[in-house]
T-cell receptor, first 110, second 108 residues
Framework: DTAVSQTPKYLVTQMGNDKSIKCEQN?????MYWYKQDSKKFLKIMFS???????INETVPNRFSPKSPDKAHLNLHINSLELGDSAVYFC?????????FGPGTRLLVL | KNEVEQSPQNLTAQEGEFITINCSYS?????LHWLQQHPGGGIVSLFM???GKKKHGRLIATINIQEKHSSLHITASHPRDSAVYIC??????????FGTGTRLTIIP
């Protein structure tokens, strides 16, 4: 029933660790996104994929690597986590420009 | 780079009041989005518009392309409307640029 799902919902980890966040959409959309929402609640786009192909890559550190195994999935892998990576990460998909957001993954780096 | 400004940043009103939230942007766009983020954190798309006006229940969104300005109106506001409302503009390549959000609190 869930349209855009993300796992995990919460992620607490130590600095320097590597972690992944998974996203899946069952809406049949071609375009998927990763957004970061900082502590001031400001949203910023990180990546966008269209049919498994990277189309937007904002100025995001190389430690962040998105992977789209198929058009229903867009995962985010983060290497060498830093304190500043603490944020809420939202996955989304779109159809005719309307955005459908996942519930978010709250990442806390200690 | 598109600059997106929202006003006010915070808005507190009594139940039943008519609410207006404004959004202005600096560069031509293909679409403008209004999003709602509830205290629980989830984000819902309210409207996507490229011209004119759209209405959904008690919510109305308008856009003036020439003036690069959009407004979100809520009629007969209710405490359940309390949320952060975010304006986002979309340029041709799918990229969304977000405003800083308006925190709305409706007091019973």
């Amino acid at each position: 029933d869930t349209a855009v799902s993300q796992t995990p919902k919460y992620l607490v980890t130590q600095m320097g660790n590597d972690k992944s966040i998974k996203c899946e959409q069952n809406l049949g959309h071609d375009t998927m996104y990763w957004y970061k929402q900082d502590s001031k609640k400001f949203l910023k786009i990180m990546f966008s994929y269209n049919n498994k192909e990277l189309i937007i890559n904002e100025t995001v550190p190389n430690r962040f690597s998105p992977k789209s195994p198929d058009k229903a999935h867009l995962n985010l892998h983060i290497n060498s986590l830093e304190l500043g990576d603490s944020a809420v990460y939202f996955c989304a998909s779109s159809h005719r420009k309307t955005q459908y957001f996942g519930p978010g993954t709250r990442l806390l780096v200690l | 780079k598109n600059e997106v400004e929202q006003s006010p940043q915070n808005l507190t009103a009594q139940e039943g009041e008519f609410i207006t939230i404004n959004c202005s942007y600096s560069v031509g766009i293909s679409a403008l989005h209004w999003l709602q983020q509830h205290p629980g954190g989830g984000i819902v798309s309210l409207f996507m518009l490229s011209s004119g006006k759209k209405k959904h229940g008690r919510l109305i969104a308008t856009i003036n392309i020439q003036e690069k300005h959009s407004s979100l109106h809520i009629t007969a506001s209710h405490p359940r409307d309390s949320a952060v409302y975010i304006c986002a503009v979309q340029e041709g390549n799918e990229k969304l640029t977000f405003g800083t959000g308006t925190r709305l609190t409706i007091i019973p």
